[in-house]
């Protein structure tokens, strides 16, 4: 844990290198959210609805904030980790998590990567079978960390999101010059009613990310900390910056949904893989052919800095989960390696054998981060009541308004489900 005096020095510091040198944790974090969220449901609530699902993104952005805030603040303030918080909390709250964490997991490594082979199918000029295309995705992932540890982690991701966000402005700069494709007497769907709701909740699921993300951002945070001396103000502006950014880019793709596909009188793909390669084509016929590369580098660096991001930030929550439930002092390097094997092989196991279902099970793996989400985010709040930087009236105040606000959803959706509304 970190001493007060360490802290108050690395406070007076505090400057715009430090602030650079902290950046890292929100960093991955971005690279974790940017992927289904943004890529696929950001993009497809533009090319259906056009802009009306923009204020629901400002929202769930907004809303959930404080809660990923207290995880990254939490850490910064005591030195543990939010799973250790979660302990403290009660033995039971750790369990929930750690089964949570483990099917979360699983499921999302196969998603993001058979979604980045599905890319990469676009960039290469030959034919390679989709499950060799995974096994390599993944596989290169496995090695980038097994070889690397989290320094290659921090700097690919930072890589990474550079080249995103300049990639994805040109785009939507590119498609604004253009103008929308959508007729001026062009009617849109609204999403305003019950059959839309399970759409909704998707998005705002995995809006910017799954809520334990929370708990693996606070895994990187300590990792950081190991590398170098991060103070908790140039924690807190790495986190901003992460989670800020993620939030803009969220309304960036939506708007590429909105100006490219929304209108253009071809039917918007549900399934994952499917919808990106129309998005590539959709793009390469409105925009011009030599965007395909463009675009298709957009996505495939997306769903490659998520596809890492998972793969080393799931596999951290499970190993400390389980030490902490077995109450084990230490865990070993070679257990969070096996871990990471473990989640790899996992998630190739679901993409050979389960491939067909994969999309209705990342729908429902969403949902059931939305749902749990207000469980979550009141931990999360209990945590940072107390200390010596604990949270001010106006952050407390927004996440009273974001639970309520989150609660309702989740119950009415449940409401819904249970054939209790039309």
Known sequence: MTSNTESMQSEEISNWKSKLGALGPGILMASAAVGGSHLIASTQSGAIYGWQLAIIIILANLFKYPFFRFGAQYTLDS??????????????????????????????????GLLCAVILSFILPFSVPMPILSTIVLGISLTLLLLGKYRVLDSVSKLIMISLTLATVAAVVIAMSRGAVAPADYVSATPWNLGALAFIVALMGWMPAPIEISAVNSMWVVAKRRLAKVSYRDGL??????????????????????????????????????????????????????????????????????????????????????????????????????????????????????????????????????????????????????????????????????????????????????????
């Open 79 to 112: 030195g543990n980790t939010l799973l250790e918080g979660y302990r403290q909390k009660g033995q039971f709250y750790l369990w929930i998590f750690t089964i949570l964490n483990i099917f979360a997991s699983v499921i999302n490594t196969a998603a993001v």
């Open 237 to 422: 502006f790495d986190f901003n910056v992460g989670y800020i950014g993620t939030a803009i880019l969220a309304l960036v793709f939506l708007a590429l949904g909105a100006l490219v596909q929304h209108g253009s009188g071809v039917e918007v793909e549900k399934v994952g893989g499917r919808y990106i390669a129309q998005l590539i084509n959709m793009y390469a016929v409105t925009i011009g052919e030599w965007s395909r590369l463009l675009i298709a580098f957009i996505a495939f660096s997306c769903m490659f800095g998520t596809t890492i991001t998972v793969i080393d930030g799931y596999s951290r929550c499970n190993v400390e989960a389980i030490r902490l439930i077995l109450k084990k002092q230490e865990t070993r390097q070679g257990f969070l390696n096996l871990s990471m094997l473990f989640t790899t092989i996992a998630g190739l196991v679901v993409l050979f054998f389960f491939n067909n279902a994969l999309a209705p099970m990342l729908q429902f793996a969403m949902i059931a981060s939305f749902v749990s989400t207000p469980i979550f985010a009141t931990l999360n709040l209990l945590l940072v009541l107390k200390g010596e930087h604990k949270i001010s009236k106006g952050l407390y105040w927004l996440s009273i308004v974001g639970l309520i606000y989150l609660t309702a959803f989740a119950l009415l959706f449940i409401v819904q489900q249970l054939g209790l509304l039309g």
